[in-house]
């Protein structure tokens, strides 16, 4: 695709408007998104004189490009599809719940075996959501926890962790979607963002509090707590005919532990190899001389994110195959059946990570809408100090409102790194961390969200009984990710190492004395109601 762009001021913003308001009112995301590149194409094609009916051919031309420029993210998440599959149906999930069961004396060690799982299934949220869910709950049946909190943990070690993980499908995504001209590579802004991250990182410390000093639990999740400490742990109106997510998968009943385990470990070990190998960890002489620290920075700074997590699940996949195939816990049959499974299971993300794609196209190469908030910004003599905070309500309204992280990644992304290499580029990573933190906080929080739809699947909670109780949680660390990212604009100009520092240590303590004092405020109001 060839076209230059034009500028069409306020109609610029007509293309992200149109996704998010018909995501608002038809809860469909694509249809949404696909819409909004249509809108796009058409004004372009009347502001630069061509024909209506060439939105046609160039919204065709605009997704192609995106496909071709992309194809090895593609790829990776197709191939990432495939081995979570596989490993589900080998049993290595199944396995780590028998042998957790064993080993499990009670509420407390129950809750933190489930974040530990969550955080080692880091590579997919799907993936992570169900089964995690699936395998725990007997567990955290047995030590009366309710499905609820079962579900929020669950919720809470799916998006937040694959957001901070450089080797999952949430890392591609985001690489994806970062703008070749922004003076560094997708997978180095990436890796940076992760200390500041605030969203994710805050969710993560609460859930271990929560799990270690389950008595800390408030708001509506106490009462789902309370009940389920009387002998009702089910969801008040989870019906018992809904299914089973990996029951219907026939899993295999000859899963061993390492059969989770040991797939999982060489998909980070061969995609961090792959991505130094693509770096010139080996090859650049410009490099080799560096200490080994800044050496790995760097070659993971410039290498080729793609290809390189593309070789990685392509060799994990092929270890499955010897793992499991010759020790018969899988047919060689059912092993390539799962494999075009996990391919379909990708379809939906796929489809909206190209249209996501699309529409950032629009606006940056169609439209100039990234130049024109920039503009706006640059002439509103806003204090730039503010843009972090701005940045993160931003998107946690449009993430919440579309129920898709994804979705607005594609179309904050690009305009983030515009408007701050135009007003302020020392807030740029700053700036980054804050949209993916709040992206994050719509796909944990809103009811149309994928991830809560599949935590309360997996752990059978009924969806509105796990947003009602998730919900006070989510916005809790919001509102200090909030105050952080205020803190952390003001203190940008002293250097992003010191920023991140005094940020975090400000964040962690405020939401310390929040989970301190939040039982005991509810514990009261309730008394006075």
Known sequence: ????????????????????????????????????????????????????????????????????????????????????????????????????????????????????????????????????????????????????????LVDSTSAPICIIAPVSSWAAAVVSYFPAQAGMSGMQAFISSIPMNLYALLTLYMIFWLSIRPQDDYGPMQKAQARAKAGKVESSSWSTGSTDELANLNVSERGLVMDLVIPVSLLIVFSIAAMLLYGGFWSNGDIVDLPLGTRIFVALGDTEAGPALALGGFISLIAAFVMYVPRKIISYKEFFASVTDGVKSMVP??????????????????????????????????????????????????????????????????????????VAPWLTITALSAVLAGSVFGNHCSPIGDTSILSSTGAQCNLID?????????????????????????????????????????????????????????????RHA
């Open 1 to 152: 695709m060839d076209f230059e762009a034009v500028s069409v001021g306020i109609l610029s913003l007509v293309p992200p408007l149109v996704a998010i308001v018909l995501a608002l009112i038809t809860k469909e995301v694509i249809f949404s998104l696909l819409l909004g590149v249509a809108s796009g194409t058409a004004i372009f094609c009347i502001a630069s004189g061509r024909s209506i009916l060439d939105m046609f051919s160039v919204t065709t031309d605009l997704m192609i490009s995106r496909v071709s420029d992309n194809g090895d993210m593609l790829i990776f998440l197709a191939i990432l599809g495939a081995l979570v599959m596989v490993i589900t149906k080998a049993g290595g999930s199944r396995a780590y719940g028998l042998w957790a069961a064993k080993r499990l004396k009670g509420e407390r060690s129950s809750g933190i075996a489930t974040v530990v799982l969550g955080l080692i299934l880091f590579i997919d949220d799907y993936f992570n959501c169900l089964a995690v869910g699936t395998v725990m709950r007997p567990i955290t049946d047995t030590h009366k926890m309710s499905r609820e909190k079962l579900a929020y």
């Open 349 to 422: 993300a796929l489809m909206v990570l190209t249209l996501a794609w699309s529409i950032a196209g629009v606006c940056r190469d169609l439209l100039s809408t990234d130049a024109f908030v920039a503009g706006l910004v640059e002439q509103s003599n806003l204090p730039v100090i503010f843009i972090p905070v701005i940045m993160f309500v931003v998107a946690c309204f449009l993430s919440f409102s579309i129920g898709t992280s994804w979705g607005t990644f594609g179309i904050l992304i690009p305009i983030t790194i515009e408007v701050t290499n135009v």
């Open 466 to 526: 796990h947003i009602a109780t998730q919900m006070p949680y989510g916005v809790t660390v919001a509102t200090v990710s909030i105050i952080g990212y205020v803190i952390a604009g003001i203190t940008a100009p002293r250097g992003y190492a010191v920023s991140v520092g005094i940020t975090l240590s400000v964040s962690v303590t405020l939401l310390t004395v929040v989970l301190l004092t939040a039982p005991k405020f509810f514990n009261k109001a309730g």
